[in-house]
């Protein structure tokens, strides 16, 4: 019943912007961490960007000073800037909730797919 649905991806050239939203729903939004993770093809996936409940934010080293995580708890929404894309930057990027209490479970959003051309 949790739901994260994530929108904003697509094709950029490199020097370009995107804006990645997730929507959550069926949740207390406010209470929970939240990240983005991206995966690219024949790579673990990695986590890109995270901020807690109470808004501390954490980066990978590949994303920090371009990227920039937030989130409206008004609006249930969470929300990546990124910004002088590269390609490498190129994955699939999803969303997750991650639970104030640890014998929930997290929840993954559908992925969205971001590509970055040369």
């Known amino acids: 019943q949790v739901q994260l649905v994530e929108s904003g991806g697509g094709l950029v050239q490199s020097g370009g912007s995107l804006r990645l939203s997730c929507v959550a729903s069926?949740?207390?939004?406010?209470?929970?961490?939240m990240g983005w993770y991206r995966q690219a093809p024949g790579k673990q996936r990695e986590l890109v960007a995270s901020?807690?409940?109470?808004?501390?934010?954490n980066y990978a080293d590949s994303v920090k000073g371009r990227f920039t995580i937030s989130r409206d708890n008004a609006k249930n929404t969470m929300y990546l800037q990124m910004n002088v894309l590269k390609p490498e930057d190129t994955a699939v990027y999803y969303c997750?909730?991650?639970?104030?209490?640890?014998?929930?479970?997290?929840?993954w959003g559908q992925g969205t797919q971001v590509t970055v051309s040369s």
């Open positions: 997750k909730a991650d639970p104030p209490t640890r014998w929930h479970s997290p929840s």
């Open positions: 901020i807690t409940s109470g808004g501390s934010t």
């Open positions: 069926r949740i207390i939004f406010s209470a929970y961490d």
